[in-house]
């Protein structure tokens, strides 16, 4: 459905002194109707520029996104308006999505308005319903963001990129902000609505464990590269970075968390990203590392 | 909108304001004298029962011309800064939203107009004009939508970054409806704000330019005009200056307090402005 050959993306920050920074590098990816993928990887790793360039937000510096056959990047707004509702994105930091001087019930109505062709009977009969669907209740119709707590504000947010029925649901982070009950809660009103309305949910995070809850395949990032994916990546990590991540996890160990100055590698290393931090590695790593397809797994490793 | 009146400067200044208008609204009603009327025998009597304020060198009642001069210094702050006001949020807006080349154009021609004294600015544009109530509305619209344009851009810049903005446009709405919509209303506090300090500046600048003859006809009933009438007899009959003095430097101060009051109780998002100096 949703398809990404080679993005790349790099930041140029900086006025006198450009400094350039890349994001993401080389990505490909392919997800399914009906599937959940999870992105996973640590802070900085580019996820979310990942996802505002699969959502057309952010325009890649090189590479292409399809949506069923049909190239996105680089169309033009008005050819790019019929797909306008059918990918979405909840982005972050779900604050700043919501005007502040309007209700949330409007703000949730907002798509139907825009795209018109309902009565008002109609609009506010969608919007209840779509309030019931991510759990909330009328009484939270009339209020404004601020007067929600963060997991309502989350909610009223999904329910709002529900309401033109994606079929691709892009979801930044959505839960890592909250707590660990109202995380579960809306994993798992995500998780019915996407079996319900069969949409494909590409669903980025922090927490390794929703990841494995929620997903039918898993992407590992790492420094804006996709080092594996597959099914059962948590089952049987191939790759380094992804048997460190899960050792950070289980062990809390501390040798992973390191200064960025640590982990910098030399100007014009082209061998593999991990290469400073690796415990495994030897000097064929600083050759470039390719995604090789280990028994059904892709992996960014020589040695796996 | 009820926490604003929890704002002690605010309720006080808007007490001040309300009656200034009030005044001037009901001139025919409130004024004891038809300000046309001249009373040669009482010419520069000093403050009496009879004649509040006193009268001028013509024996028309002071206090009569200050309730009329209300009327035409409250309708040429409020006129100026509407103008003004849709000149300049229209401009300043779409410099902001659309930026590029449409910004470089628009700001180029703010700065042009900044880039002169604004007293002086106005006092070109009349002396070119010609003198006249019109003409000296026309010349400080061209001193005062700058300050709309400025605020409204960076207001807009603000608000362009937002969230909803990006959400809106994903959903497929034109850029009109996220200007009406969503840009308007979440810049409209720092607008109101310059608007309610911009009418006191107007009115300050109005008599100021009345006073030098380049405004309103000494004759007719302005603030700035019986300042300029009055100042030959500044030392033998001082009344004649000092009321009209005396309320435009009230309504002046009553609309800054009151744009003070604003700021001071108005969103967060002024205090971002104050932090990037532009106020
Ligand atoms: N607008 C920008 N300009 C310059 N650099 C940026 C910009 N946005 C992100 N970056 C940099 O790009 C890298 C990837 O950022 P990104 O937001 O994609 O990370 P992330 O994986 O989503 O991290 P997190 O898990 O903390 O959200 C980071 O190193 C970040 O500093
Ligand atoms: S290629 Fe070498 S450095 Fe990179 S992950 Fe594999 S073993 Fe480690
Ligand atoms: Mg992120």
Redesign the pocket.
């Known amino acids: 459905m949703l398809k990404a050959e080679n993005l790349h993306?790099v930041?140029?920050?900086g006025l006198i002194k450009t400094?350039k920074?890349t994001?993401?590098c080389g990505v490909d990816l392919e997800i399914f109707p009906g599937e959940t993928v999870a992105i996973v990887?640590?802070?900085?790793?580019?996820?979310?520029?990942?996802?505002?360039m699969l959502v057309q937000q952010l325009a890649p510096t090189s590479g292409e996104v399809f949506f069923e056959g049909t190239k996105l990047t680089g169309m033009n707004w008005n050819n790019l308006g019929k797909f306008v509702g059918k990918i979405q994105l909840i982005p972050?930091n779900p604050d700043d999505v919501l005007d502040p001087r309007w209700t949330v019930e409007r703000s949730v109505a907002e798509p139907f308005v825009v795209c018109g062709g309902l009565s008002r009977e109609e609009i506010s009969e969608n919007v209840d319903a779509l309030f019931a669907e991510v759990g909330l209740s009328a009484e939270h119709k009339p209020r404004y963001p601020h007067e929600l707590s963060g997991g309502e504000l989350q909610r009223v947010v999904i329910a709002r990129a529900l309401a033109l029925k994606p079929e691709l649901l892009v979801c930044?982070?959505a839960t890592?902000m909250l707590d660990v009950s109202v995380q579960a809660f809306i994993v798992a009103v995500l998780k019915e609505i996407q079996t319900k309305r069969g949409l494909g949910l590409v669903f980025?995070t922090?927490d390794l464990e929703a990841a494995k809850a929620v997903s039918d395949r898993v992407l590992v990032?790492y420094a804006?590269e996709i080092v594996e994916e597959g099914k059962d990546v948590f089952d049987r990590p191939l790759h380094p970075y992804t048997r460190a991540l899960l050792d950070a996890v289980r062990y809390a160990s501390l040798d992973v968390v390191l200064q960025e100055e640590d982990r910098a590698l030399p100007d014009g290393f082209l061998g593999c990203p991990y290469f400073r931090l690796c415990r495994e590695r030897t000097v064929a790593c600083k050759e470039p590392q390719k995604l090789r397809d280990v028994s059904g797994r892709l992996v960014r490793c020589w040695k796996s | 909108m009820i926490e604003l009146l929890k704002n002690r400067q605010i309720v006080l200044s808007l007490i001040i304001l309300g009656g200034l208008i009030f005044m001037a609204i009901f001139a025919n009603v409130l004024a004891p004298y038809a300000y046309t009327e001249k009373d040669l025998q009482n010419r520069l009597q000093p403050p009496s029962s009879d004649h509040l304020f006193g009268t001028d060198n013509l024996g028309r009642d002071i206090l009569t011309m200050v309730m009329y001069g209300a009327r035409a210094s409250l309708f040429v702050g409020f006129a100026v800064v509407s103008v003004s006001l849709a000149i300049g949020v229209a401009l300043g807006v779409l410099a902001g939203y659309y930026g590029g080349w449409l910004d470089e154009i628009i700001m180029r021609l703010t700065d042009s107009f900044l880039a002169f004294p604004s007293m002086f600015l106005a006092l070109a544009i009349t002396a070119f004009l010609g003198q006249g109530m019109k003409n000296m509305m026309l010349a400080l619209i061209a001193v005062e939508w700058t300050v709309f344009a400025r605020v409204a851009r960076g207001s807009t810049l603000d608000v362009k970054t937002k969230g909803y903005v990006r959400a809106a446009r994903w959903i497929g709405a034109s850029n009109t409806y996220v200007i009406v919509k969503h840009v308007l209303p979440n810049i409209i506090s720092p607008v109101l704000i310059m608007a309610s300090l911009g009418i006191g500046n107007v009115i300050l600048a109005a008599a100021g330019l009345s006073f030098l003859g380049l405004g309103v006809q000494p004759s007719t009933p302005e603030w700035g005009a019986m300042l300029n009438a009055g100042r030959t007899y500044f030392t033998t009959a001082p009344w004649l200056m000092f009321f009209p003095g005396l309320f435009i430097m009230m309504t002046v101060l009553a609309f800054n307090y009151f744009g003070d009051g604003l700021r001071d109780a108005l969103d967060q998002k002024m205090k971002n402005l104050e932090l990037e100096g532009r106020f």
């Not at chain 1, 990887?41 to 505002?52: F, I, P, Q």
């Open positions: 993306c930041y140029t920050s400094v920074k994001a993401v990887g640590e802070s900085g790793c580019g996820k979310s520029t990942l996802a505002k972050q930044d982070e890592s980025i922090h990032m804006g």
